[in-house]
């Protein structure tokens, strides 16, 4: 057993050094990787995907901004007896040293009127606010995909528009925007 461990430490020691920061510090809260989706159609709003990894100590994610969309929220997709839904989230816990995932079919981020030259860039520029360190921000482009073509599942799954959500209060902008589109 002892080969095996030195030699999962040397590769925990390398995917450090690979990260280009902290070496031998242990783990530092940083936004890992991330995209964004736009929606079906101009007038839906695109979905956002990131992982965050932990640092040393528990931290919420309390929120996600940009200063080149109208309007970022962070939700979650939850199935109740078949039934899929949206809840809009207040925060989300990025565990010490374990990792936070917005990913299609769970929590993710709608994003409303990303400016267009960042659409054509590729790229939106995007602000992570967090509860240590007197609200620490981090900064982070997430990568721009234009909308799958197929009407495959993982699509229809962040089509927002056929979905209800829950929380009727603060999702009441979404259904703005939803019946304006009909
Ligand atoms: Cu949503």
Not at 7 to 12: P, S, Y
Request: with cysteine.
């Amino acid at each position: 057993m002892k080969p095996f461990a030195i030699t999962a430490l040397a590769a925990a020691a390398l995917s450090l050094s690979g990260c280009g920061e902290n070496l031998g510090q242990g783990p530092v809260l940083h936004v890992a990787s991330g995209y964004i989706e736009m929606g079906a159609t101009p007038d839906r709003p695109a979905a956002g995907y990131f992982t965050i990894k932990g640092g040393p100590r528990d931290v919420e994610l309390m929120a996600v901004s940009s200063d080149l969309a109208q309007r970022v929220e962070m939700h979650e997709t939850v199935k109740e007896n078949g039934i899929v839904s949206m809840k809009p989230l207040r925060s989300a816990p990025v565990p010490a040293k374990g990792e936070l995932e917005f990913k299609p079919g769970g929590r993710h981020l709608m994003i409303w009127n990303i400016n267009g030259a960042a659409v054509r860039a590729g790229k939106l520029p995007m602000i992570f606010v967090f509860s240590n360190n007197n609200n620490e921000r981090i900064l982070f482009d997430l990568t721009i995909r234009q909308a799958p073509q197929r009407g495959d599942s993982s699509g229809a799954a962040m089509d927002h528009g056929a979905m209800d959500m829950g929380g009727a209060g603060k999702a009441a902008g979404e259904g703005t925007a939803d019946a304006a589109k009909k």
